[in-house]
């Protein structure tokens, strides 16, 4: 029995480990859920950079596609397109949210009801060229949640 326990405590330990030696810290992640027939969702999020790092673009397995988008107005039209990747300086935090940068979701493969998860993975490349990623579960709901942030 104890030989388990340390086990776990290690497991655990590791765990911890491996997210405070990520290469960036999310905070406020939330997607939208969406209505019977509607193909496309929003996933938002406040990254944190410990170092220089470039945002690549996300998968999961809920979506079919997905793309970093930006929202911004042109006159007095708002207007929506791809971004292509974003660059995050150490310690400014980039807040993807509604109605500017953000994760489109599209070719849903399932409905997003709120009160459930989505499995998302983010491709980073840091300066020296090195790719990295990192898992999240990301909560659907109807609003963003009290983070830092945002």
């Known amino acids: 029995m104890r030989k388990v326990l340390a086990s776990l405590l290690l497991a655990t330990a590791g765990l911890a480990a491996q997210a405070a030696d990520a ?18 969702s929003g996933a938002y999020m406040t990254l944190t950079a410990r170092a220089p ?22 006159g007095d039209v708002m207007k929506m397109r791809a971004a292509g990747e974003l660059a995050l300086a150490p310690g400014k935090p980039l807040q993807l949210a509604p109605g500017g ?45 009290h983070a830092a942030h945002q």
């Open 23 to 40: 290469p960036v810290k999310v905070e406020g992640a939330w997607a939208r859920p969406i209505v019977p027939g509607q193909q496309s």
């Open 53 to 74: 790092v470039t945002l690549l673009g996300a998968e999961t397995p809920a979506a079919g596609i997905v793309e970093i988008h930006q929202m911004k107005m042109e």
């Open 101 to 145: 940068y953000h994760f489109m979701l599209m070719d849903l493969q399932d409905p997003f009801k709120a009160g459930t998860q989505i499995p998302f993975t983010l491709h980073f490349r840091d300066a020296k060229g090195q790719a990295s990623t990192l898992q999240l579960q990301v909560p659907v709901q109807m609003r963003a949640p």
